[in-house]
């Protein structure tokens, strides 16, 4: 019977491949961009911030299960573009955000190896308290919080990116 961290990972997974398909036909131009069906601009999230910030928790996994997560914690510029009180911002000529290629990369390379670190987790860490007291009342163990960071999170914010691949004409993926 599979562990707790093998139930998450596989959450994880699904939404991994997810993200991976919806990249599908976007280019390094429009990555940072807001989308303008008919010439009308929808200020919503674009697919360089919606990677950036997902990129930001897969280091909370790895660290708070145990294992070093020095290789995957975001740098001052990943927090101060993607951090959850950032606001996404139209860069049509990519001046502001990294490059398509650094933020997919930080957030494919850390939620893989936080689907690793999950599935060789024992289950006893994941009854531990939520050391984010901020978080505690919504996820009172480190199982629930967890769970919500490598599912329910990585899916609102990818199921947003499938909005705006709408919105630019490319359809789903």
């Known amino acids: 019977m599979p562990g707790i961290g093998e139930m998450l990972a596989a959450s994880c997974d699904i939404g991994l491949g997810y993200g991976e398909r919806l990249l599908t036909d976007i280019s390094a131009d429009s990555f940072g961009s807001f989308a303008r069906p008919g010439g009308q601009l929808v200020e919503s999230n674009h697919p360089a911030f919606i990677y950036g910030h997902l990129s930001l928790y897969a280091c909370r996994v790895i660290k708070q299960l145990g294992e070093d997560s020095s290789a995957w914690e975001p740098s001052d510029e990943f927090v101060k573009h993607f951090s959850h009180e950032a606001k996404c911002i139209d ?18 390379d850390g939620y893989r190896r936080a689907s690793e670190v999950l599935r060789s987790a024992d289950d006893a860490l994941f009854s531990q308290e939520n050391p984010n007291e901020g978080m505690r009342s919504k996820f009172p163990t480190m199982g629930a919080m967890h769970g919500f960071y490598v599912g329910g999170h990585v899916m609102m914010h990818i199921g947003q ?8 004409g490319l359809g789903p993926a």
């Open 91 to 108: 860069d049509p000529d990519n001046s502001i955000y990294p490059s398509m290629d650094e933020v997919t990369g930080k957030f494919f």
């Open 161 to 168: 990116l499938s909005a705006w691949r709408r919105a630019m």
